[in-house]
C-alpha cells in the first residue's frame, strides 16, 4: 500500500515541474557588471573584453545552501504503517552547475497497526509468553493463539547524498522559477522499534473483540483499525526482536539503538521565492536491507521474504548563500 503511494506521490511531483532552474536556485546573469563584487571586478573585465582566458565567475563551486525540512515517514513493511513524521538540516554544496553533495541530519517516528489476526507469535517472545493456546493466564484462561501486530519507530538519519540538477544542464539559464533534480545517497539508519504487547502488566483481551462483534475481522480495514486504535493502550511497552548479525554498536540487547547501513534514490522540485530563498518538495525511498524494523520477522513458520524499507516526503525551506 505505500509503495502504491510512493508511486503516486512520484507522477504528482513530475507533473508540477513545468522547467528546470540552475543549480541551487538559479545563475545570476553574468553580463550584468551590477552583480559583480569589486573584489572581482578586475577578473570580470579581463574576462567580458576577451584579453585574457580567465574563466568566469571565479570559484563557480562555492556556492552552498542551508535548509530545514519536515514531512511524512512511513515504513514499507511487512505491518501496514500509519503516517509518521520526521524533521532535521542539511547543507549543499556545489560541486559544479549541475552535481552537488549535500549532507544532512534529521529525526523521525512513525506507527504501524496491522488489521488481521496474526499467528505468529515468535515474531517476539513476550507475544510466545502471553498468548500462546497453552497460556493459562490469560483472561479466558486460556490464550488465542494470535495477536494483532503494532509497533512504534523511531530512527536518526544522517545522510549523504549526490545531487543531479536536471534543468542546469542548459547551464546559464537566466533565473527560471521551477527546478527538477534527482538524487542517490548514503542514508545509515539508526533506530529502536517497540511494540505494545500489553495492557499494563496483562495481555490485552483479544478474544473479546469477537465475543463483543462476531464480524469484527470481516469488515472494512479501515473500520477495524479505527477500533483497534482505541483498543490498544498505546503505551509500547516491549522491545522488538532485533537481528544481531547486523551492525548494532556492539551491543545486541533489545534496549539499543541498531545501526543499519542503508541507500536512498529520491526526486525533488524546487521553486524559487526571492533571490536567496526557495521552497522544495522531495520525496525519497531508503533500502535498509533489514526485515526487523517492524517488528513482524516471521511469518508462517519462516522469515518473510521482503525486507523493511523507509519513504520521506518532505518540504526543504532553502536559503542559498
Known amino acids: 500500500m505505500a509503495s502504491k503511494k510512493f508511486t503516486l506521490l ?38 567580458k573584453n576577451n584579453s585574457k582566458s580567465n574563466y568566469f565567475p571565479p570559484k563557480p563551486k562555492s556556492m552552498g545552501q542551508l535548509s530545514v525540512y519536515g514531512g511524512m515517514f512511513l515504513i514499507d513493511g511487512d505491518c501496514p504503517s500509519l503516517p509518521g513524521w520526521n524533521v532535521g538540516a542539511t547543507y549543499r554544496k556545489a560541486l559544479g552547475y549541475v552535481v552537488s553533495a549535500r549532507i544532512g541530519f534529521g529525526y523521525a517516528v512513525t506507527k504501524g497497526l496491522d ?7 515468535a515474531n517476539n517472545a ?56 534527482g538524487l542517490v545517497g548514503y542514508m545509515p539508519i539508526i533506530y529502536k522499534t517497540k511494540m505494545d504487547i500489553l495492557d499494563g502488566s496483562r495481555a490485552y483481551n483479544f478474544a473479546a473483540l469477537q465475543t463483543n462483534n462476531s464480524n ?22 516491549t522491545y522488538a526482536s532485533i537481528n ?11 534496549g539499543n539503538a541498531q545501526l543499519r547501513h542503508s541507500f536512498n534514490v529520491g526526486f525533488g522540485t524546487e521553486f524559487r521565492i526571492a533571490a536567496r530563498m526557495s521552497l522544495g518538495l522531495e520525496a ?10 517492524d517488528g513482524w520477522h516471521i511469518n508462517n513458520g519462516g522469515l518473510t521474504p521482503d525486507k523493511d524499507n523507509g519513504i520521506f516526503t518532505n518540504l526543504h525551506i532553502n536559503y542559498n548563500l
Not at 488489521?115 to 507469535?121: A, D, F
Not at 544522517?158 to 534543468?167: A, E, K, Q, R, S
Not at 525519497?284 to 524494523?293: E, R
Request: no cysteine.
Open 10 to 47: 512520484m507522477v504528482l511531483v513530475i507533473g508540477t515541474v513545468a522547467t528546470g532552474f540552475g543549480q541551487l536556485g538559479g545563475v545570476l546573469d553574468y553580463l550584468d557588471s551590477t552583480k559583480v563584487s569589486s573584489k572581482n571586478l578586475p577578473q570580470y573585465n579581463e574576462w
Open 115 to 121: 488489521y488481521r489476526k496474526n499467528p505468529n507469535l
Open 126 to 181: 513476550v507475544l510466545l509468553q502471553t498468548y500462546s493456546l497453552n497460556d493459562p493466564s490469560y483472561p479466558t484462561g486460556k490464550g488465542p493463539g494470535w495477536y494483532v501486530h503494532n509497533y512504534r519507530l523511531s530512527a536518526w538519519t544522517p545522510t549523504l547524498d549526490f545531487i543531479v540538477n536536471f534543468g542546469n544542464i542548459n547551464f546559464h539559464k537566466n533565473k527560471s522559477k521551477f527546478g527538477f533534480y
Open 216 to 237: 469484527f475481522f470481516n469488515r472494512p480495514r479501515g473500520d477495524m483499525r479505527s477500533d483497534m486504535k482505541d483498543f490498544f493502550d498505546g503505551e509500547y511497552e
Open 244 to 254: 544481531d548479525r547486523s551492525p548494532n554498536f556492539g551491543n545486541a540487547g533489545k
Open 284 to 293: 525519497k525511498y531508503l533500502f535498509t536491507f533489514d526485515d526487523y524494523m
